[in-house]
């Protein structure tokens, strides 16, 4: 079973409007973390926002936040009052587990991305 | 942010033939990983180190070798490459909280 499942490989949204990309997640671990990265055409991988599995809040990184619903192990991403320059692909990520140690490198699993298009 | 660079950005090179990969970094953080990212796939996790020459296997490991002699430098080894490991590889490094920094990215193409 695929740990990290985006469903939607490409989303369209009108400049200024608000987008929602989906994640859900699978782990059986109690502590883990789900990340947001953003990689536009240029290729490089910009993290955009972190959400741990004890945090109560909704995490928010200027226009972007994440809406955690635990029991629905989803993690979608909210990014308000889109701007041409968001046209990029998005991943969500999870790290499993707690702390580092040998051999457990807790190391980020990816989704397969969705691909976001703002329309002018 | 932590500085971390790869090289070469782009290559090239023929079936059949040894192919390395370099990630380096300049803030001494332990923990290293490589990627790889192909469509439909996201990014999947090659090899990764956890200290000076300790390192272990991940997802896609088959036909790659990495080592890691110094803290600095992660290096990837394609023993003979194949034209399925045409692909975008992406180090990264473990920062000292929670975030994970990736460097700019190798495309290299197996011909």
């Known amino acids: 079973a695929q740990k990290i499942t985006q469903t939607q490989p490409g989303m369209f949204v009108q400049e200024k409007e608000a987008v929602t990309l989906d994640c859900t997640y699978d782990t059986s671990d109690q502590s883990y973390g789900l990340f947001w990265y953003k990689q536009p055409s240029s290729g490089e991988m910009i993290f955009l926002i972190y959400q741990g599995s004890y945090d109560e809040q909704n995490a928010t990184e200027g226009r972007y936040s994440l809406n955690f619903q635990k029991a629905r192990k989803s993690a979608n991403l909210v990014i308000s009052a889109s701007q041409l320059g968001d046209s990029a692909m998005y991943f969500c990520?999870?790290?499993?587990?707690?702390?580092?140690?040998?051999?457990?490198?807790?190391?980020?699993?990816f989704g397969s991305g969705t691909q976001l298009t703002v329309l002018p | 942010d932590a500085g971390i660079t790869q090289s070469p950005r782009h290559k090239v090179t023929e079936t059949g033939t040894p192919v390395t990969l370099r990630c380096h970094q300049t803030?001494?953080?332990?923990?290293m990983y490589w990627y790889r990212q192909d469509p439909g796939h996201g990014l999947r996790l090659i090899h990764y180190?956890?200290?000076?020459?300790?390192?272990d296997k991940g997802e896609v490991s088959d036909g790659y070798s990495v080592s890691r002699s110094k803290t600095e430098d992660f290096l990837l080894t394609l023993e003979s490459a194949t034209s399925s490991q045409t692909s975008v590889y992406f180090c990264?490094?473990?920062?000292?909280?929670?975030?994970?920094?990736f460097g700019s990215g190798t495309r290299l193409t197996v011909v």
């Open positions: 990520a999870m790290r499993e587990g707690q702390g580092f140690s040998s051999g457990s490198a807790r190391q980020l699993t």
């Open positions: 180190s956890y200290g000076v020459k300790d390192t």
């Open positions: 803030e001494n953080h332990r923990y």
């Open positions: 990264a490094i473990k920062g000292s909280n929670y975030g994970y920094t």
